[in-house]
């Protein structure tokens, strides 16, 4: 039997979240999503049955896509990895976190612009500012992650009215874990 803990940016995402799950929130971006992750990984005594379910909003980067996603790969599109590896070093920029189809683009940049919109589209579907640095804190724990995303927003300037948005996505985060969990 697997122990879960749920991982959000903000607490609006995880407004939802049945009672008796542990939450924790990391606050936006990637720094803060991976120092959060893996404080708390250091913490437990013991990692064995131990999933990470990271909920949280996503902008679509095309307009089709709606609603709830479960990531199978997550990109870090914010890094200049082609200079990273010549430089001789792996920059993991790819992560494999579940068997899923959906590709999430992880970044620092919250997406507005259609050019950037645009260019991000041709490797992704979603777009978000944690779930990269979820999925890769965690690996250095062996802890496995499970990216659920609703999309909130079509990355362009609707994205700015995102507080206003946040409340549907979290009750349909909520509804999957009351569900799945």
């Known amino acids: 039997m697997s122990r879960v803990l749920v991982v959000a940016a903000t607490k609006a995402e995880a407004a939802y979240v049945p009672d008796g799950l542990p939450v924790l929130i990391t606050g936006i971006g990637k720094t803060a999503a991976a120092t959060a992750v893996a404080r708390t990984l250091a913490s437990y005594d013991d990692l064995a049955g131990l999933e ?69 589209a041709k490797q992704a579907d979603l777009v978000d500012m944690e779930g990269y640095a979820v999925v890769y804190a965690a690996r250095q724990f062996g802890v496995p992650v499970r990216l659920v995303k609703h999309v909130s927003d079509n990355a362009d300037e609707s994205a700015l009215d995102w507080p206003a948005m946040v409340d549907r996505s979290a009750r349909a985060l909520g509804g999957w874990l009351s569900a799945t969990v």
Do not use: M, Q, S, W
Not at 54 to 82: C, K, R, S, W, Y
Not at 83 to 98: F, K, M, Q, S
Not at 104 to 112: H, M
């Open 52 to 120: 990470i379910v990271n909920i949280g909003t996503a902008g679509a980067l095309h307009d089709h896509h709606e609603g709830l996603h479960e990531p199978g790969v997550v990109l870090n599109h914010d890094i200049n990895a082609d200079a990273i590896r010549a430089l001789g070093y792996d920059p993991e920029e790819r992560l494999v976190c579940g068997p899923g189809d959906v590709v999430l683009a992880t970044g620092d940049v919250f997406v507005t612009d259609p050019v950037v919109r645009a260019r991000l």
